[in-house]
């Protein structure tokens, strides 16, 4: 299933893997470099030896890479402020980035605030936080309510937060988030957008009418807020030297997270290194 991040159901095809294989691979680098080395080893005879020592060296090449955010990361101290961490996410999200895969940065971010919510704020307390789903599982088969799940003791939905990238809230969003929690407990739903403004301005009557709507039938309080803000709050409750330690170890982790945005991390910490340097 494509929500493992790892497969997809195109290559189930009744079709050979030929050069014009039609499975629809999101990734058309993927295919076609998966295709033409297979290619290269089914019809020219080439070695697949000399293959996967190619792959294995890539491999450990990226792996070098992470362990130098992680010696850039060491150096940043305890003492880092909320405006210094909240500035190194927005130049994280808001790069331009010459592939797909930038929605799951602040995705990322507000998981990350969620684990150490979890630990040190009275409320979650007994409370499980979902393993992070991938960016592309569509939510109703993956049976969740949100991109970021809190469950509580009995297992049922306590808070979810559902985060959009580059698109306002509308009512019609709205709309859809209800219908998917409108059976579930949950206490507090929140809607987060990069987007500014984070509500679309000739809804926003709307908007507040439908909340009010969910209130009374439901009882659940809904939340709609831009992401930078809310991870300000977030970070007021935590430790954003920690913060910054969890983000980055979950981004080296993901498999959705591509080198380039691990290089535009590792250059975000090392330009923050800098300026904390010629401060003290």
């Not at 792959?55 to 992680?70: D, G, M, N, V």
């Amino acid at each position: 299933m494509k929500e493992s991040a790892w497969l997809t159901r195109s290559i189930e095809q009744p079709h050979p893997f030929y050069l014009n294989f039609p499975g629809k691979i999101k990734d058309k680098r993927v295919k076609e470099a998966f295709l033409r080395i297979l290619h290269d080893i089914e019809e020219n005879n080439a070695n697949p030896q000399d293959y996967l020592h190619a792959l294995f060296s890539l491999l450990k090449e990226k792996y070098a890479k992470i362990e130098e955010i992680r010696l850039v990361m060491d150096k940043i101290g305890a003492e880092i402020t909320i405006d210094e961490v909240i500035n190194a996410l927005k130049l994280h999200f808001f790069s331009e980035y010459k592939i797909a895969g930038a929605a799951k940065l602040p995705l990322i971010a507000v998981y990350s605030a969620y684990q150490l919510l979890l630990r040190n704020v009275k409320r979650f307390k007994g409370k499980d936080l979902k393993p992070l789903r991938s960016l592309y599982s569509a939510d109703e088969r993956a049976g969740a309510i949100g991109d970021v799940e809190v469950l509580d003791e009995s297992g049922k939905h306590f808070e979810a937060v559902e985060i959009k990238h580059g698109i306002p809230i509308d009512a019609g969003i709205l709309r859809d988030a209800y219908k998917k929690f409108k059976n579930t407990p949950v206490k507090r739903y929140y809607l987060l957008t990069t987007a500014e403004p984070f509500i679309k301005e000739d809804e926003k009557k709307e908007i507040e009418m439908k909340i009010n709507q969910i209130r009374r039938e439901h009882g659940c309080e809904v939340i709609i807020n831009g992401i930078i803000a809310s991870l300000k709050y977030y970070l007021r409750l935590i430790s954003p030297s920690e913060f910054l330690k969890i983000y980055t170890e979950n981004l080296k982790k993901d498999k959705e997270v591509k080198e380039e945005h691990l290089k535009a991390w590792e250059s975000i910490l090392k330009s923050l290194n800098e300026k904390r340097k010629r401060l003290i």
